[in-house]
């Protein structure tokens, strides 16, 4: 992930564009008040939203149906998948 300043992100904002479609990779644009934002490509923005859209039905499917951990199994489960 690139990192660029406003400053220089305005002045090539055609070309960062560009790089971000073309290579599938999101830019840092920060200012000068510490304030940042992610530019990201449409097509992954979509897909993006898509799979955590999935993601939220099928987590409350699973809820309804009574399949789900409680918080500390999930954590023993966490905690032994990191060590590994």
Do not use: P
């Not at 002045?11 to 564009?17: A, E, L, P, T």
């Not at 898509?50 to 199994?73: H, P």
């Not at 954590?75 to 032994?80: S, V």
């Amino acid at each position: 992930m690139q990192a660029l300043n406003y400053t220089n992100a305005r002045n090539n904002f055609k070309s960062v564009i560009d790089n971000v479609c073309d290579n599938n990779e999101e830019v840092i644009v920060t200012t000068k008040n510490q304030k940042s934002v992610v530019i990201m490509s449409l097509d992954a923005y979509n897909s993006t939203h898509a799979k955590i859209k999935q993601d939220v039905q099928k987590a409350l499917r699973e809820i309804e149906q009574g399949d789900f951990v409680s918080v500390d199994e999930a954590f023993e489960i966490a905690k032994r998948t990191y060590r590994d």
